[in-house]
C-alpha cells in the first residue's frame, strides 16, 4: 500500500454512503486459521467517498471483507464499489 502512485481524482460523485476503494494485498491475519477465500479479509486505499459517509475520509487505509462490494475498474486498475457499513476498520 505504501509507495503507490498517486490516485487521479475520482470522475464520479458517489451516491449516499458509497466508498470506492482501491483493493491492496490481503490482511494477513496472526492467528493459524485459514478462512474460506470468501471470507478473507482484503485491505485498501479509499479514493472517494460519497456525501453521507461519516467515519472514512479519502486516503485511507481500509479492512473489509472479499465479499464486499461490487468490483469494476478505474484509471486502469481494479477497485471496490462499497457501502460504509461494509467496511471492517481503518488500518495504520
Not at 485498501?44 to 475520509?57: F, Q, Y
Amino acid at each position: 500500500m505504501r509507495g503507490e502512485a498517486p490516485v487521479t481524482k475520482f470522475p464520479i460523485d458517489l451516491l449516499d454512503d458509497l466508498i470506492a476503494i482501491r483493493p491492496g494485498d490481503p490482511f494477513k491475519p496472526t492467528t493459524k486459521i485459514r478462512l474460506p477465500d470468501w471470507q478473507q479479509a482484503l485491505r485498501g486505499r479509499v479514493l472517494a467517498i460519497g456525501p453521507t459517509v461519516k467515519d472514512i475520509a479519502v486516503d485511507d487505509a481500509v479492512m473489509f471483507g472479499a465479499a464486499k462490494g461490487m468490483e469494476s475498474t478505474f484509471d486502469g486498475a481494479s477497485i471496490r464499489i462499497m457501502r460504509e457499513d461494509d467496511i471492517d476498520g481503518l488500518l495504520e
